[in-house]
């Protein structure tokens, strides 16, 4: 199975699409790796729903925000 370094989610932003993008793409990414996620900030998508509610799913310690505005970054811890 391909791993990444670098998983960057910019595609549909109605609710369940970055959702199912980022729960797609989690176990790809690589220890040390970043997701980078688009429009995090912007009231009328469903990004920052999705965003929430997957970091809510997943273990707290296993990740660490680098970056939170109109983007938000993060890196796997492990």
Not at 16 to 31: C, F, G, K, R, S
Not at 64 to 78: A, F, H, R
């Amino acid at each position: 199975e391909e791993r990444f370094d670098i998983i960057y989610v910019d595609g549909e932003h109605a609710y369940p699409y970055p959702l199912d993008d980022l729960q797609n793409a989690w176990p790809l990414l690589e220890v040390g790796g970043l997701i980078i996620v688009d429009d995090y900030l912007r009231d009328d998508y469903g990004v920052r729903q999705a965003v929430t509610e997957f970091l809510g799913q997943i273990d707290p310690t296993s990740y660490k925000i680098l970056y939170n505005d109109y983007s938000i970054v993060w890196s796997k811890l492990s």
